[in-house]
């Protein structure tokens, strides 16, 4: 399905309903898509002040049939919003598997599954939250993402050298906390291996809850080196981060991001968008 409203159309033919319900749901140029996201963002913003006030018991006692019933209503809503947006959009599979797409999915699931099996499972509504990241789009801040983008590709690039990282730290848990379990014993609290694990995760972490310490002098000198690991080590996923966000910064110079897809990797000279073909934003020569 064409959209002759979207950027770049010049056709000049009536738009069709769903085209009408497209500009409004998905678009933030007219003054009906601008408000449709205003309410939404508000709606938003109830609907988890509910969830968050139902947790209270207080209020649950006095309140509750009320907050019960506020959260159906805007599960309705949010549940024909959804389907709006699979309708109108001209690719919904696309939309569907999309981060927004899957947010506004699960955001609605909870009050289904607490009805018919979980009833605790109402308190994951608080996923509603994320739809609020919508307001990057309604008030023009959808540039400053293109920093949040090199942070993910960034984190991304260092999955491998991070995993790597993990099970060195997970084997290294493991030798403490076998070693604190035979020096230790039950008698001190280290009744088995992964109790043992759970101290040294805690110990090199620098967390320290204190629930669970050594007593005897060997036990005593083998937490200092497990503290000094701690401290040695905690920095490693810092670098490792660190390191791959100044490639990606470097990279990013020579990238253009579209205003209306917001995706990269634009030529500095491209008129308009090798993914949407909108128009892009010139760069001006001054």
């Given amino acids: 399905m064409t959209l002759s409203a979207q950027p770049g159309n010049k056709s000049d033919r009536p738009l069709t309903g769903r085209e009408k319900i497209y500009l409004v749901i998905f678009g933030t140029e007219t003054p009906m898509g601008r408000l449709f996201d205003e309410i939404l963002l508000v709606a938003i913003l109830v609907s988890v002040s509910v969830v968050v006030l139902g947790s209270i018991s207080a209020l649950s006692n006095a309140y509750g049939q009320w907050f019960s019933s506020i959260e159906w209503f805007f599960t309705v809503i949010f549940t024909i919003e959804y389907g709006l947006r699979l309708y109108c959009s001209p690719n919904p599979f696309r939309y569907a598997r999309s981060f927004f797409g899957v947010v506004d999915f699960v955001s609605i699931i909870p009050t289904y599954v607490a009805f018919f099996f979980f009833p605790s499972a109402e308190y994951l509504l608080i996923i509603r939250l994320l ?138 000279d491209a008129i308009y968008c090798k993914h949407c073909g909108s128009p892009m934003e010139q760069k001006s020569t001054g």
């Fill in 131 to 268: 739809r609020i990241l919508r307001i990057f789009r309604v008030l023009k801040l959808i540039r400053y993402l293109r920093e949040a983008n090199i942070l993910g590709r960034s984190i991304y690039n260092s999955r491998r050298k991070i995993l790597v990282f993990f099970f060195s730290i997970l084997v290294l848990v493991t030798i403490y906390g076998a070693l604190m379990y035979v020096i230790e014993g039950s008698e001190h609290g280290f009744s088995s291996i992964p109790k043992g694990m759970y101290w040294a995760i805690v110990t090199i972490t620098t967390v320290g809850y204190g629930d669970i310490a050594p007593q005897t002098e060997l036990g005593r000198m083998l937490a200092a080196l497990v503290m000094l690991t701690g401290y040695a080590i905690i920095a490693v996923p810092t670098g490792i981060i660190t390191s791959e966000l100044v490639g990606e910064m470097q990279k990013d110079k020579n990238l253009r991001v579209c205003p209306n897809c917001d995706r990269l990797g634009h030529d500095n």
